[in-house]
């Protein structure tokens, strides 16, 4: 048995009733259930369609997400997330970059490692390496003014973990980051990378080993296997290149407005919806969302 999820962006609301019902008869589905008015509604299939990613380029169009995953096992018990670009809207390192001068050569290699075109240790050590002299204070005031957490990521964190569930942030980022983000959303735990500091001055190194692709993979597999949980019972949530090993090994692995050579490779897609769409797809009505 697998469930269809449609799903529309939160702002927009367009998800049309006669949409669901037309391609619930084509599908030959049960009965539909609207997990939000306009924005999310499922229906059980007895197995998974032929034309599944050519219905779902037109619902692109239309923006409009469609999942189809299998009915048992949906609602996880664990929360693996990237941050940059998926729990905060910005990179952060390309804000620090801007207060030290070098955004946009930073920004450049920023995308071309999260598309996967870049070794990402090299690129990240690149990167940390142009920002050598920049006060440490600078990070404090980035975090103020330029950090905005990713919408629907406080009821994403709510709900699961009213659920039961363990939410644990993982970042190619930096720990003055992850550790603000963490708080502010209420993950359990929190790995990153650290900015060298000298004099508070950042030194223009990072704290080694560079947490990285496999890190990301070695921390699913530690958190799980300290909380007795297996892989399948993880959803895992990214936008970039270094993210798709977490995203390939977790039963549910999220593309969140991923890079488009990331999102090729992830069955769960969200180009439309907000971090609340990973709450729908393991079958939480808007009612049942906590923290809103």
Request: net charge negative.
């Amino acid at each position: 048995m697998f469930i269809a999820t449609l799903l529309a962006a939160p702002i927009a609301r367009n998800l049309d009733p006669a949409l669901v019902e037309n391609l619930r008869n084509a599908w030959g589905g049960g009965d539909a259930i609207w997990l939000a008015a306009d924005e999310a509604a499922e229906f059980p299939l007895d197995r998974l369609p032929d034309n599944q990613w050519e219905v779902w380029e037109d619902l692109q169009d239309m923006g409009i997400d469609l999942i189809v995953l299998p009915a048992e096992g949906r609602r996880k018990k664990m929360l693996l997330a990237d941050m940059d670009s998926t729990m905060i809207q910005q990179e952060c390192i390309d804000e620090l970059a801007d207060e030290a001068g070098v955004g946009e050569r930073v920004k450049d290699i920023t995308a071309r490692a999260m598309n996967g075109e870049l070794d990402f240790e090299g690129a990240l050590t690149e990167r940390v390496g142009l920002l050598k002299g920049l006060p440490e204070s600078v990070i404090a005031d980035v975090i103020e003014s330029r950090i905005t957490l990713m919408p629907g990521g406080k009821a994403l964190l709510a709900t699961m973990k009213a659920n039961g569930a363990y939410a644990a942030l993982v970042s190619g980022g930096f720990t003055a980051f992850t550790g603000h983000v963490a708080g502010a959303l209420g993950f359990d735990e929190n790995r990153a990378n650290t900015l060298n500091v000298a004099d508070e001055v950042l030194t223009g190194t990072v704290g080694m080993p560079i947490l990285g692709r496999e890190a990301k993979v070695q921390a699913l597999k530690e958190i799980s296997a300290r909380l007795g949980l297996d892989h399948t019972e993880v959803m895992a949530v990214g936008d970039g290149a270094n993210d798709l090993g977490m995203l390939g090994l977790a039963g549910a692995g999220v593309a969140l407005h991923a890079k488009p050579s990331v999102a090729a490779e992830c069955d769960i897609r969200i180009n439309h919806g907000d971090l609340t769409a990973l709450l729908y797809i393991q079958g939480y009505t808007r009612e049942e969302f906590a923290g809103v």
